[in-house]
């Protein structure tokens, strides 16, 4: 998966869960929840855009780290709606998996990213 399939792979992820939201009943206790939800999974396309400009390697790794914690903040909220049972698993369970595979896509470039990082200083050493 190449920069711009993920960027668009992002962005759906943030559509779903506006769509998923917006489907939601009024209640104060789903409010929150759903702000919060709204406000990280925005955020790990927003992010992952802004690694994609940085400045050094060391800038794109924070960014990326950034980028991982949102999207595993998406699981934690999308996680406290299913089992406090304020929604229907079935609208929850297609959103989770995308949340899981974001956060290991991620997890895994951030760490390839900090591998390379760690082989490019020990070239210059030499």
Same mark, same amino acid.
């Given at each position: 998966?190449?920069?711009?399939?993920?960027?668009?792979?992002?962005?759906r992820?943030?559509?779903?869960?506006?769509?998923?939201?917006?489907?939601?009943?009024?209640k104060?206790?789903?409010?929150?929840?759903?702000?919060?939800?709204?406000?990280?999974?925005?955020?790990?396309?927003a992010?992952?855009?802004?690694?994609?400009?940085?400045?050094?390697?060391?800038?794109?790794?924070?960014?990326?780290?950034?980028?991982?914690?949102?999207?595993?903040?998406? #699981?934690?909220?999308?996680?406290?709606?299913?089992?406090?049972?304020?929604?229907?698993?079935?609208?929850?369970?297609?959103?989770?998996?995308?949340?899981?595979?974001?956060?290991?896509?991620?997890?895994? #470039?951030?760490?390839?990213a900090?591998?390379?990082?760690r082989?490019?200083?020990?070239? #210059?050493?030499?």
């Amino acid at each position: 998966m190449d920069k711009i399939e993920l960027k668009r792979r992002t962005q759906r992820f943030a559509i779903d869960v506006i769509k998923f939201v917006e489907e939601l009943p009024p209640k104060r206790s789903l409010n929150v929840l759903s702000n919060q939800l709204l406000r990280c999974s925005s955020s790990v396309g927003a992010n992952y855009r802004s690694a994609c400009k940085g400045k050094s390697t060391a800038d794109f790794i924070n960014k990326i780290v950034i980028v991982e914690e949102e999207a595993d903040e998406s #699981i934690f909220w999308l996680e406290l709606m299913e089992e406090s049972g304020l929604v229907d698993v079935k609208g929850v369970l297609p959103l989770k998996k995308e949340a899981n595979e974001l956060t290991a896509i991620f997890t895994a #470039i951030g760490k390839t990213a900090k591998a390379n990082q760690r082989n490019a200083k020990s070239e #210059i050493k030499k």
